[in-house]
């Protein structure tokens, strides 16, 4: 366990959590929303500090994350908690769990873990990363030192200022869009978009950033809906990639599937205004592709085996336009 970053006391030996918009308020031995922060003795301590729940060796595309260095594997580290509580999430036997088994993984054990297999860095997901704040900021200044790079895959429900200390040492970014209402932030995840929304502007000064938006039948799946979205983004950039991903039952969400048809169709609607869309979770290969957004030609081609990549100094083969993808 170690000393939380962000947070200040209060009176009656209380604690303030100031890392996400919660702000959760705890007293002695009290837990924060995430359950991984902890009032002990007027001290807020990250007791989930180095504690992995999952390791894996992942292609980046996994992420999912379309637009930095395709081809290649990351090091994937999880922990246990979340500031979020999503009726559909994909995650909830370590995010939602608090006897989920970890085990410790200090930061210089994740360099050398990272090298041994040539990776190109560290990816920091599966439960929510922003919880897991100070093993984060330890670890990607370590991992930055050794010239790899950071990802988070994340909610983005964090405070402008930790967001801000973090930043000079995040690379990459997907971001959660979970929809594009408050009413479903609050309803359906106990948290707010407000927030969120702010977390994509500001990571997208500094890193690369992609966007995930998993379409789920009836709560976040409206034209209006999905059209308001991503004419949001593309005010933002319009080379932001959006990821429209296709739910199935989860956790205590029990609807039908979603429709190819509703993610072909909000696929149409956002590439409108945004240059880059791509569906998840389906299979039509086609849908993971990049296209030239000036000419149509095949960029980079994705399937179960292997990545190719057609560009030529970051920019079309065929017209020359510049592609923003990392590689």
Known sequence: MKEALWYKNLEQKQVECNLCPH?????HMQEGTC?????????????????????????????????????TD?????????????????????????KAQTESLNSEEVIKLADKHNLIGVAY???????????????????????????LVTNGLINPEPLKELLPYIDGFNIDLKAFTDDFY???????????????????????VEVTTLLIPGLNDSEEEIKEL????AEIDPNIPLHFSRYFPKYKLKREPTPV????????????????VYLGNIQQQKYRNTYC??????IVERNFQAVQLHLKNGLCPECDTEINIIT
């Open 23 to 27: 702000n959760c308020i705890l007293t």
């Open 35 to 71: 359950g991984a922060r902890v009032n002990q003795n007027s001290k807020l301590i990250a007791k989930n500090y180095g504690k992995v729940s999952a390791t894996a060796i992942d292609p980046i595309e996994k992420k999912p994350l379309f637009h930095f260095y395709p081809g």
């Open 74 to 98: 990351i090091l994937s580290l999880g922990t246990v908690g979340c500031n979020l509580s999503c009726k559909f999430c994909q995650n909830h036997h370590i995010a939602h769990n608090n």
């Open 125 to 151: 997901t599966y439960s929510e990363p922003i919880i897991w704040f100070e093993y984060i900021l330890d670890t990607a200044k370590l991992v930055q030192g050794a010239g790899m790079k950071n990802v």
């Open 186 to 208: 609050q309803e359906v995840c106990q948290g707010y978009i407000a927030p969120v929304k702010e977390t994509i502007k500001l990571a997208n000064k500094s890193s690369l």
């Open 230 to 233: 991503t004419e949001w983004l």
């Open 261 to 276: 048809e509703t993610l072909i169709q909000a696929k149409e609607i956002a590439e409108e205004r945004l240059n880059f």
């Open 293 to 298: 957004h000036e000419c149509n030609k095949l």
